[in-house]
């Protein structure tokens, strides 16, 4: 009788897929971490060119060769390079969290592979 006939998905189909979207994850993640990292490194790389700038700032206003203007260019560098340590600060937390959410995925994809597994090793009609 064909009211009670109905189809089940194939699963090696559904693997497949789960499989698939799994990847897109992972590739995503890897994509956002290594913008996250570029950001950074070109921070830091600012940051360092701040500080040595700073330095040499502070030891002219030492030699009080130009004191009057080299302090106030010195505080807004200071103010600079505690906005940059923030943001690097920042930055270094997202990229933990998304390494944390790869392990994540890795994690869930291996246990999502073992189920399948575990599913094929289960007679027909039997689960």
């Known amino acids: 009788m064909a009211l009670f006939r109905f189809q089940v998905?194939?699963?090696n189909r559904d693997r497949d897929t789960d499989?698939?979207?799994l990847q897109r994850l992972d590739r995503m993640l890897d994509d956002l971490r290594v913008?996250?990292?570029r950001e950074r490194n070109g921070l830091r790389d600012r940051y360092d060119k701040l500080a040595?700038?700073?330095a040499f700032s502070y030891q002219a206003l030492e030699n009080d060769s130009v004191a009057s203007s080299m302090s106030s260019k010195i505080d807004d560098m200071t103010d600079t390079m505690i906005r940059y340590s923030g943001r690097i600060q920042s930055l270094e937390r997202q990229i933990?969290?998304?390494i944390?959410?790869?392990?994540q995925v890795?994690?869930?994809s291996q246990e999502n592979a073992a189920e399948g597994l575990a599913a094929d090793a289960v007679p027909p009609g039997r689960g």
């Open 9 to 11: 998905r194939n699963p």
């Open 19 to 21: 499989a698939g979207r």
């Open 35 to 37: 913008e996250i990292e």
């Open 52 to 54: 040595a700038d700073a």
């Open 96 to 98: 933990g969290f998304v």
């Open 100 to 103: 944390g959410l790869r392990s």
């Open 106 to 108: 890795e994690e869930f």
